[in-house]
C-alpha cells in the first residue's frame, strides 16, 4: 500500500512535469511573463506543490533534510498571497535553475 508520503511526492512531481511542459518553447522571463495561459498554469503547480509538502510527514521531511522543504513551502505562500508581486525574473530562473533538480531529488526518494 502506497503511503500518503509517497503519495504527495507523486503529486509533486506531476505539478514540476507540468512546469517543465508550460515552459518547453519559452525562452525567457519575459516570454514567460507575457504568455498569460502558462504562466498562470505554472504558477498554479507551484501552489500545488507547496501544498503537497505541507502534507508529507515531518518525519519524512526530517529524514530527507537535504531536500529544502521550508523554502518551497515558502515559495507556495508567495504565490499564493502575492500573487500579483511574482517577479517573473524570480520565477524563470527557480524554473531552469532549481526545478530540474529538485524533480531529480524527489524521483529518486520514489525509487
Known amino acids: 500500500m502506497l503511503t500518503k508520503d ?12 507540468r512546469i517543465l511542459e508550460y515552459t518547453s518553447g519559452i525562452n525567457s522571463a519575459d516570454d514567460f511573463n507575457n504568455n498569460y495561459l502558462n504562466f498562470d498554469a505554472t504558477m ?3 501552489v ?4 503537497m509538502v505541507d502534507k508529507i510527514s515531518d518525519e519524512f521531511k ?5 531536500i529544502e522543504w ?3 513551502k515558502g515559495f ?3 504565490v499564493a498571497h502575492d500573487y500579483f508581486g511574482i517577479d517573473a525574473e524570480e520565477v524563470w530562473q527557480i524554473i531552469k535553475s532549481k526545478i530540474p533538480d529538485i524533480r531529480t531529488e524527489i524521483a529518486a526518494l520514489l525509487d
Do not use: W
Not at 48 to 51: A, D, P, S
Not at 62 to 66: E, I
Open 70 to 72: 521550508i523554502k518551497i
Open 6 to 17: 509517497h503519495h504527495c511526492l507523486e503529486s509533486i512531481v506531476e505539478a514540476i512535469d
Open 62 to 66: 526530517k529524514k530527507h533534510s537535504k
Open 44 to 46: 498554479m503547480n507551484f
Open 48 to 51: 500545488v506543490i507547496g501544498e
Open 76 to 78: 507556495r505562500n508567495i
